[in-house]
């Protein structure tokens, strides 16, 4: 069965360091990946998607994310935090055939001052 | 202008009512979903419509009904409310006609929060 692995419930960084939110993934086929952020009180805003082609893929608000097959993981990175960062990053997985996404359970990014 | 809009935005019930959570869309996306958000599950999808004539049951439906009224509206319903359907709601859309294809992003709407007492 398809399922999407977040490993890390809480993280907290400092503003200006480095971020890395992992995602692993259990599925057949070339899956589709993509990666949303829920700020408080909203809905989900898409930050980046990986269909095929260049396994490191932008996103908006300096994010990036590497899909390595060989790991099932598709991490997401960011190069030096902002304050504004700080809110719910959900990793998910399009289910080939079905037209449906699932979901892992979130990583709360903490950023401290 | 928000493209999805959900209401109402907050909702306490008690057990045992009827409650009605809508969704309408101004995107012209043909799919829906309705999530719901529990802390620590991520989002589980109730249920989810490719057209009005096309609805399907999700991974938890159990408890729950829905209506595509039209493409831009769908509403999720909660026949008998009981406390463990407390949660967060969120109503989607996406388009498959993209340049993506089949797979493009989904857009959310804001979310209602659900309290059945």
């Known amino acids: 069965a398809q399922s999407v692995t977040q490993p890390d419930i809480h993280i907290t960084v400092s503003e200006g360091a480095s971020l890395e939110l992992r995602c692993n993934y259990s599925?057949?086929?070339?899956?589709?990946l993509f990666w949303y952020v829920q700020s408080p009180g909203q809905g989900l805003q898409l930050l980046l998607k990986?269909?095929?082609?260049?396994?490191l893929v932008q996103g908006i608000k300096g994010f990036e994310a590497e899909f390595k097959r060989s790991q099932s993981s598709f991490n997401l990175r960011k190069p030096s935090v902002h304050w504004s960062d700080a809110a719910e990053y959900f990793c998910a997985v399009g289910v080939r055939g079905t037209y449906k996404y699932i979901f892992g359970t979130g990583t709360r990014l903490k950023v401290l001052a | 202008d928000a493209d999805v809009t959900q209401t109402p935005r907050n909702r306490i019930t008690k057990t045992g009512k009827r409650i009605m959570l809508e969704c309408s869309q101004t995107k012209g996306h043909d799919r829906m979903y309705w999530y719901r958000q529990d802390p620590g599950l991520g989002l589980r999808l109730i249920y989810y419509?490719?057209?009005?004539?096309?609805?399907n049951k999700g991974e938890i439906s159990d408890g729950y009904s829905v209506s595509r009224q039209a493409q831009a509206k769908f509403s999720l319903s909660l026949e008998s409310a009981i406390p463990n359907q407390t949660a967060l709601y969120f109503c989607a859309t996406s388009d498959p006609t993209g340049t993506s294809g089949s797979y493009n992003e989904q857009f959310f709407g804001p979310g209602t929060r659900l309290t059945v007492l």
């Open positions: 419509s490719f057209d009005v004539k096309d609805i």
């Open positions: 599925y057949g086929a070339t899956p589709y």
């Open positions: 990986y269909f095929s082609g260049d396994t």
